[in-house]
């Protein structure tokens, strides 16, 4: 029987309603929370995505700005720019598009985004309070992760998730969330990089598989235990003959993992677009909080 599809796309769509709701009950009474995003050179796949999150916000009732800066903005001009966000109350969560050009410190920008703004969830403070078990923000990947599971009512207390990748974006929160104490956490987690030898080994073992390696469908079907959980939060280009030139796949073989998995994420449709929903949970977050 083929696997059952978890859709990213509706899900998403029912948290950012969720979220909408929520503002369209105080709005007029209070200030909207609001979201700066800083765009620094023309990275053409950061442009997609601060326009897919300009969007999210305007519909959800988040007043949110692009500011957008050329390539070689200076790294101290940056830091100044993301000061005056820091302290200008107008702005409830700040976010800078990743990847920066090479002559910028991204570390650097990332601890200059003050903590109570920071809804990425990437500065040191909250990733070490999400360590502990005492999150501020939930990284937006990787809490959205959670919550489709949480949707799907799958369980995960007690199995074994097998994360493939080890950033500080995806694979690292996403093995912080999973192993705390609790619901929809709870697992026996193992992390898997590049050092593997033979990264089958683990794959095969996997209750729960979760694929951030940015390599297009490496993870084929006899890769995958029959029945697991595959989410695939890969995005990947590939040639292909339409319009664009390309097409997206993720880390994961999909027809062939449809086959044997018990659920699994489509890319597009899967992880993505609860990115994009977290991240407007996380900035009403910033704002209820600055709101006291
Ligand atoms: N859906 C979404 O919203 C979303 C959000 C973020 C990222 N993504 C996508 O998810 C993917 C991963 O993103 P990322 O930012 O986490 O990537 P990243 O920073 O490049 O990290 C990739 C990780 O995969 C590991 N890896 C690479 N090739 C491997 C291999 N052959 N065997 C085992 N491990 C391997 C790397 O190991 P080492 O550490 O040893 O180098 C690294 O830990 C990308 O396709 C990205 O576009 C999607």
């Known amino acids: 029987m083929p696997a059952q599809i978890i859709d990213g796309k509706a899900i998403a769509q029912e948290v950012?309603?969720?979220?909408?709701?929520?503002?369209a009950g105080f709005a007029g009474s209070r200030p909207q929370p609001s979201l700066m995003v800083f765009l620094v050179g023309d990275d053409p796949?950061?442009?997609?995505?601060v326009r897919m999150k300009g969007r999210a916000c305007e519909k959800a009732g988040i007043t949110s700005e692009t500011r957008r800066f050329d390539a070689d903005i200076s790294e101290k001009a940056l830091l100044q720019e993301i000061s005056a966000i820091n302290n200008d109350p107008a702005w409830n969560g700040l976010l800078v598009q990743l990847p920066l050009p090479?002559?910028?410190d991204t570390q650097k920008v990332i601890e200059a985004v003050a903590p109570e703004k920071d809804v990425d969830c990437f500065h040191p403070f909250n990733v070490g309070r999400l360590s502990v078990g005492m999150p501020v923000f939930s990284p937006a990947t990787p809490a959205g992760i959670v919550e489709m599971l949480k949707r799907s009512d799958i369980k995960t207390a007690g199995k074994h998730a097998v994360i493939l990748g080890r950033s500080n974006i995806v694979g690292k929160p996403m093995a912080s969330l999973l192993v705390q104490k609790g619901d929809f956490a709870n697992a026996l987690v193992t992390i898997v990089h590049s050092a593997a030898a033979d990264i089958s080994e683990y794959t095969r073992q996997a209750?729960?598989?979760i694929a951030a390696i940015g390599r297009p469908e490496m993870i084929r079907g006899d890769m995958i235990k029959p029945g697991a959980i595959v989410i695939d939060v890969g995005i990947n280009?590939?040639?292909?003959?339409?319009?664009k030139g390309y097409r997206l796949v993720g880390d994961v073989a999909y027809d062939e993992a449809l086959e044997i998995a018990g659920h699994i994420t489509p890319v597009p449709g899967g992880v993505g677009p609860m990115t994009i929903a977290m991240l407007l949970k996380n900035t009403l977050k910033a704002y209820h909080m600055q709101q006291g």
């Open 16 to 23: 950012r309603e969720e979220v909408a709701h929520e503002i």
């Open 102 to 104: 090479g002559h910028i």
């Open 237 to 243: 280009r590939i040639d292909a003959d339409n319009e």
């Open 207 to 209: 209750d729960i598989l």
């Open 45 to 49: 796949a950061s442009q997609v995505y």
